[in-house]
């Protein structure tokens, strides 16, 4: 019986010491590289393709027979992955569609029983982050859109699920024991990271998802992991991050993100593109510049950037991804002491840029160009001393009413001017 009594309810829930330490190192990290990776990658049109085409399940669960990655290198990925700066890898093991990445026992539609390729690509790129120092997040769908005994909710409707053969104590019982398997067999995982809580938020009585009993679970088995969940709603008790998809905490461009901010670890998941899952024609790529502002930004907030990328069904990440990852490494392996494991500056984030925090040092970071001064409330911080970050060279410091102002000779035309104080 995997349920756990009363004793261990969340409501209650106390972060062991283990999990305490590795929530102040994943708000230390403050990248990670998504990954979503699936058999919808064959299709190349995202990972909602099976709900978004209408497609009929079995038709789908075709493409498994002919998933054979080839180019897939788990040490490639990690390599170009940690050379970015990210501190941790986050990949989805079984997304909506249903189709498990790993060896599973609970169900054959898995990429070792059900692919002619055959191999546990969670496993090696386990091995692989535990050899190169990486933390290994795992995405986990709540939602599944091919088994019958998920309670359907608002997607995936059309696949030819029969909607009489529902039966949510069966279902809830195959993913604690696929959980089970992932926390027992894998080494040390930093995260589960659930992801379909939406799905019934239509349902005219709140649907029970059960989750002070699943995250009392995950911290059974590991006590160090941490729990997320990308329901679009406030924290609940039992998670261990907060997550904000495709928006800076604070902001709600996406519309996914009105929910206020908790006190913990925070996270923002952002696509270099548009979609998750491999797009062949998606190849609007941010620039290299604007993922670094962001990254920036996100750090400003205190949040962390998990960063996605849609690997081909080649097993290759997308040239544009790599170029990317590259870009931002250069960035992080000469600013990135700006950023790791300092929290949010004492001023809020302006239309300029965004301060960040190491003990008596801030950072402040000019991300806006064309800028020869900045001025910021003088109850904010005791400045000392301001130089250039790159030069050393000493900025200006004029005292006004209430207020600081910092200024320098040449107007701002790097991705972030940054400024140390203390
Ligand atoms: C959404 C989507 C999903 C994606 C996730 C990542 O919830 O359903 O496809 O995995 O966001 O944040």
């Not at 002491?337 to 008596?360: C, F, L, M, S």
Request: aromatic share 10%; hydrophobic share 35%; glycine share 10%.
């Amino acid at each position: 019986m995997l349920m756990m009594g009363g004793s261990m309810a969340q409501e209650t829930y106390t972060p062991s010491v283990e999990n305490v330490a590795s929530r102040q190192e994943f708000a230390d990290a403050k990248l990670g590289i998504f990954i979503h990776w699936g058999i919808y990658s064959m299709f190349a049109q995202g990972e909602w393709y099976l709900q978004n085409a209408d497609i009929d399940r079995e038709e789908y669960a075709k493409a498994a027979d002919a998933f054979y990655p080839h180019r897939f290198s788990a040490h490639q990925w990690v390599k170009a992955i940690k050379e970015a700066g990210a501190k941790y890898i986050c990949i989805t093991t079984r997304h909506h569609d249903g189709f498990s990445m790993w060896d599973t026992r609970e169900s054959d539609y898995n990429i070792v029983r059900a692919t002619p390729f055959g191999r546990d690509v969670i496993k090696e790129l386990a091995e692989e982050c535990q050899r190169q120092g990486l933390r290994l997040h795992l995405y986990y769908s709540h939602i599944d859109w091919t088994r019958d005994d998920y309670p359907m909710g608002r997607t995936g409707l059309h696949t030819g699920k029969d909607p009489k053969k529902a039966d949510w104590p069966h279902y809830y019982e195959f993913m604690n024991h696929q959980l089970t398997e992932l926390l027992t067999g894998y080494g040390p995982v930093g995260a589960i990271w659930f992801d379909g809580y939406w799905d019934r938020d239509q349902d005219p009585t709140p649907f029970d998802w059960q989750l002070d009993e699943q995250y009392a679970l995950i911290h059974r088995l590991q006590p160090g992991c941490l729990v997320g969940n990308n329901h679009h709603t406030t924290v609940h008790p039992g998670e261990d991050i907060q997550i904000f998809e495709r928006d800076v905490p604070g902001e709600n461009k996406a519309g996914l993100s009105g929910q206020a901010i908790s006190r913990l670890p925070l996270e923002t998941c952002q696509t270099m593109n548009g979609m998750w899952g491999y797009k062949v024609t998606d190849q609007n790529y941010k620039s290299v510049d604007d993922l670094i502002r962001l990254l920036v930004t996100t750090s400003g907030k205190g949040a962390n950037l998990l960063l996605n990328i849609g690997p081909q069904p080649n097993g290759q990440l997308p040239a544009m991804a790599i170029d990317r990852l590259k870009g931002i490494g250069e960035w992080t392996s000469r600013y990135g002491e700006t950023i790791y494991g300092t929290t949010a500056g004492a001023i809020d984030p302006q239309e300029w840029g965004v301060t960040t925090r190491k003990g008596n040092t801030t950072y402040v970071h000019v991300l806006q160009q064309g800028l020869t001064s900045v001025t910021i409330p003088a109850n904010a911080l005791k400045v000392k001393k301001a130089t250039a970050y790159d030069s050393n060279d000493p900025v200006k410091v004029s005292k006004g009413k209430g207020t600081i102002t910092l200024s320098w000779q040449k107007p701002t035309e790097q991705v972030d001017f940054i400024i140390r104080i203390n």
